[in-house]
Structure formats: structure tokens, C-alpha cells
């Protein structure tokens, strides 16, 4: 199993969503988010240092505040696409077969 850093992380994995969730799916993962890295949370108590809970409580902010608008979302979600797909303008990587033709050739 692959651990990520939190910097490396979308804002549907800090939040522990699908990226087709619901409004509401967002809201109760967020609420989670945040009871889970509270400072006064026994979930996360000795686990994470005061600094380290507090990037993540603020990630956890930056992705709701970001996936709860409809506007702000929708940019998010074409961006997250092109940073996912190294070919932008098409919808997957173009193969390129050469076709390799060889002649009887005179060897002297």
C-alpha cells in the first residue's frame, strides 16, 4: 500500500471521497476531517505532532471550501484532469506505429 504525502494529495483524497460524491457526501467527510485532526481528537492523539495536524486541518478546509462550489469545483475537477493526463488535447496517448520497409539492397 502506497502512503502519500499530504502535499501530493488531491483534494477528494484528503477527504476520503469519490470524485462523483454528493454535496452532502462532502459536508459528512469534512465534518469527519476535521473531528478526526482536532486537537483534542484521541483518533490522531500522539500519532501527529501539533504542526502536522494543523496542515492537515487546513488542507481538509481548502478541499471543502473548494468542492462545496459548484464554480470553484468544476475548475478544480478540469484542472486535477489535465495535471492527470500528460496529452490534454486528446483522450489518450497517441501510439505511433512506424512502419519499417525493407529492400533487397545490393551489399558490396
Not at 48 to 67: C, N
Request: proline share 5%; charged share 35%.
Amino acid at each position: 500500500m502506497d502512503v502519500k504525502k499530504i502535499e501530493e494529495m488531491d483534494f477528494y483524497e484528503i477527504l476520503n471521497v469519490n470524485p462523483k460524491a454528493s454535496l452532502e457526501e462532502i459536508k459528512k467527510a469534512y465534518h469527519l476531517g476535521v473531528n478526526t485532526y482536532h486537537r483534542n481528537s484521541i483518533a490522531t492523539h500522539g500519532l501527529l505532532s501539533d504542526e502536522e495536524r494543523q496542515k492537515m486541518l487546513k488542507k481538509i478546509e481548502e478541499a471543502y471550501q473548494t468542492l462545496k462550489n459548484p464554480k470553484k469545483r468544476s475548475k478544480y475537477d478540469s484542472q486535477l484532469k489535465h495535471k492527470n493526463n500528460p496529452f490534454p488535447n486528446r483522450t489518450s496517448p497517441r501510439k505511433t506505429t512506424l512502419k519499417l520497409i525493407i529492400e533487397d539492397a545490393e551489399i558490396g
